[in-house]
């Protein structure tokens, strides 16, 4: 029996996709290695986590969460003799004996090719450590062919230990346990964090123009508060319009309720990784306007309109698509999913070949 570690504190410590991705991940490692010892090493208990935890503690003194990553999990890893170990968000793993075998999973390299979009200090992290950490790991785990795009062109040497997972991808939904309507009102979705990339200004311009001819439609933005948001808020401020709805973050359950009522679901994104929104609103049928941005050509195409950063091009498209009619989505879907089968095969071979 193999030993395997995964690093939980993304799943606990994160409101945004990569909390979401990371806790189907470990799922996929729960299942696909049932017959192996896997453990989560988490921060603090969780009843989220299922399985075998070891819980690290995490405290509030200044950068312990560095120090925990550099000798406190490493010290247990090394010590307990771990086959495997997954790091799903980047930055490791760190520190662990060449016996034992790397993984880390890459999301995207934005803060590397689109620094603009985030804080200094992730950039920093990313420009000094990101090289050597994919240099030393053993596999990489990316979340789509645009991510290892991306992570080939940083570096090409890395290309064939690299193995594309996507989400998982739902194609049935359990209605009864969607939560009734929380918007009377005909609206307009987007879903992510209030952050720079999600283009979140030109999205409240796209809806105010498409409101001067359908002022029954309000717009409604679900995500957490994230970074560099000020320009927005100042934005939504002056326009003072009640029929913009920010929610904050809401539950699973909330968030299916919003996208079974809604209209459409709309995403300006300058930029994503893989863009899971757009998964969830595609098994509600939802009718798509997109950013023409190549993580959304790779899951969007051909059923959603990808649409260039024109105000002009988005409300004529709304105007002109948006019915009472919604898509059907299911064989896009079945596609997606037949390809996510194929690439959990591939990753599983990578895996067991590397555990020997």
């Not at 399985?51 to 490493?74: A, E």
């Not at 790397?102 to 420009?127: A, C, G, Q, Y």
């Not at 209209?263 to 994503?272: F, G, Q, R, V």
């Not at 959603?304 to 064989?331: C, H, I, R, T, Y």
Request: net charge positive; glycine share 4%; proline share 6%.
């Amino acid at each position: 029996m193999k030993k395997i570690g995964f690093y939980g504190d993304s799943i606990l410590l994160q409101q945004a996709g990569i909390s979401h991705y990371n806790s189907m991940l470990l799922d996929w490692f729960s299942n696909s290695f049932a017959d192996e010892e896997l453990i989560s090493i988490l921060p603090f208990e969780a009843s989220k986590i299922k399985g075998q935890t070891k819980v690290i503690s995490l405290k509030k003194w200044p950068l312990h969460q560095r120090f925990r990553s550099l000798v406190n999990i490493p010290n247990y890893v090394n010590k307990n003799n771990f086959d495997l170990v997954i790091e799903p968000a980047h930055f490791g793993p760190l520190r662990i004996k060449p016996a034992t075998k790397r993984v880390t999973v890459i999301h995207d390299l934005s803060p590397i090719n689109h620094p603009r979009f985030h804080p200094w200090l992730s950039t920093f992290m990313h420009k000094r450590f990101i090289k050597r950490i994919l240099e030393k790991t053993d596999l990489i785990i990316v979340n789509s062919e645009t991510t290892k795009q991306e992570v080939s062109e940083f570096n090409p040497a890395l290309k064939n230990k690299i193995c594309v997972l996507y989400p998982i991808i739902e194609t049935e939904k359990k209605v009864n346990s969607i939560g009734c309507r929380k918007l009377e009102d005909p609206y307009l979705l987007s879903v992510g964090t209030i952050e720079p990339r999600k283009n979140y200004e030109f999205l409240i311009d796209v809806y105010t123009k498409f409101a001067e001819r359908e002022p029954q439609f309000k717009l409604v933005i679900l995500g957490a508060d994230g970074w560099k948001n000020k320009s927005f808020y100042n934005k939504l401020k002056a326009l003072n319009n009640p029929n913009i709805i920010l929610t904050g973050y809401v539950s699973s359950e909330d968030k299916q309720s919003w996208y079974k009522h809604a209209a459409a679901y709309l995403s300006p994104s300058y930029y994503e990784g893989f863009g899971l929104p757009v998964l969830e609103a595609m098994s509600f049928d939802l009718p798509l306007f997109l950013s023409n941005i190549s993580a959304y050509q790779e899951i969007g195409s051909p059923v959603a309109q990808l649409l260039e950063m024109e105000l002009s091009a988005w409300s004529k498209a709304l105007v002109s698509n948006l019915g009472d009619k919604k898509p059907a989505l299911q064989g896009h879907l079945d596609k997606l999913k037949n390809k996510r089968e194929a690439q959990s095969k591939a990753l599983k071979n990578a895996i067991d070949s590397l555990m020997g």
